[in-house]
Nanobody, 124 residues
């Protein structure tokens, strides 16, 4: 089993930046692709970003492309999401997830493990 704990969320103003971290325990994440998803009140959980197990390939939702960057440090068993130029539309609970295997995925149904989420609130 893999346990995931997200951190780094908070209340910020529009235009600010945040860096989310997702620390994994129980197993090394070397064999897992990773993703970030978010869920706003009353909406479905949606894809934000994904990275393959080695970090060589990434994918982003159109809404965050150019503002968010996903990365990983396998030696630290941690996945990151750098979020810049935040806006109120980015307000949501952010979840990290892992899927066994090399390939990144945009589909939440492909992921095996999920964290509990961290709240990001952006005021205008």
């Amino acid at each position: 089993q893999v346990q995931l704990v997200e951190s780094g969320g908070g209340l910020v103003q529009a235009g600010d930046s945040l860096r989310l971290s997702c620390a994994a325990s129980g197993r090394t994440i070397n064999n897992y692709a990773a993703g970030w998803f978010r869920q706003a009140p009353g909406k479905e959980r949606e894809f934000v970003a994904a990275i393959n197990w080695g970090g060589a390939t990434r994918a982003y939702a159109d809404s965050v492309k150019g503002r968010f960057t996903i990365s990983r440090d396998n030696a630290k068993n941690t996945v990151y999401l750098q979020m810049n130029s935040l806006g109120p539309e980015d307000t949501a609970v952010y979840y990290c997830a892992l899927r066994y295997g090399s390939a990144r995925s945009l589909s939440k149904s492909d992921y095996d493990y999920w964290g509990q989420g961290t709240q990001v609130t952006v005021s205008s």
